[in-house]
């Protein structure tokens, strides 16, 4: 069987769509990950920021409800970033074994655990807490 002209450009034409078609996925998939970077960046940066405040308040119990609003701000920034992971917008696995040593320190700190054992937050921060449960497993 003989190939004519009006075949190879069509054979041609295929492999540059073929070509195409990979490099798009290779653009898409490159994309999310620089997006779950920002994303992740962003939020880092507002945890940093917060712990840089924390570290400016004088100990004494008469500090302690400045603290304590702190510590909230830290956990619903913490708990935004455990949504996003739980629902897999954020998903990388190598951000994740990045991430998981100071999640596992926020949560395991001792003011945490208190703010975490009042009642008032017992209906709160269940994405943190779904996010741990499944960090310890691993």
């Known amino acids: 069987m003989m190939l004519t002209s009006s075949d ?26 620089l997006d779950q970077i920002k994303i992740t960046e962003t939020i880092f940066n507002d945890l940093r920021e917060s712990d840089r405040e924390l570290s400016k308040i004088p100990s004494g119990s008469q500090h302690d409800p400045s603290r304590i609003e702190l510590y909230s701000r830290i956990l619903n920034t913490v708990d935004w970033l455990s949504f996003l992971v739980n629902k897999k917008v954020i998903n990388d696995r190598r951000m994740m074994e990045y991430m998981k040593p100071t999640l596992m320190q926020y949560y395991e700190d001792s003011i945490v655990q208190n703010i975490l ?10 994405n943190f807490r779904k996010l741990y449960q499944r960090m310890k497993k691993v």
Not at 8 to 26: G, N
Not at 117 to 126: D, G, L, Q, V
């Open 8 to 33: 190879y450009i069509q054979i041609i034409v295929s492999v540059i769509y073929a070509i195409a078609l990979f490099y798009t996925v290779i653009t898409f998939k490159r994309t999310k990950e």
């Open 117 to 126: 054992a009042e009642e008032r937050y017992s209906n709160s921060y269940h």
